[in-house]
């Protein structure tokens, strides 16, 4: 499938597609490991929730930083 061929199906025929996909992956033994960046990232996000050094916003504040 072609990404014209899916812009010509509707958002809810879409979201369809997507959540057969993902079912379709869920019932698969496949590991796929994260990237050595990530595991990085998720380290010094709880290094900085532990200390103390974390902040927090809610998703209203961040939906209004974004403009959405």
């Not at 590991?31 to 595991?39: A, L, Q, R, T, Y």
């Not at 380290?43 to 209004?64: D, H, M, Q, W």
């Amino acid at each position: 499938m072609t990404i014209a061929e899916i812009s010509k199906m509707s958002v809810i025929e879409r979201l369809q597609t997507m959540e057969a996909l993902w079912d379709s992956l869920t019932g698969e033994p496949i590991e796929i490991k994260s990237p050595k960046w990530h595991e990085e990232i998720l380290s010094e996000r709880k290094e900085k929730i532990e200390g103390g050094n974390a902040s927090f916003i809610s998703l209203e504040e961040l939906k209004s930083k974004h403009g959405k």
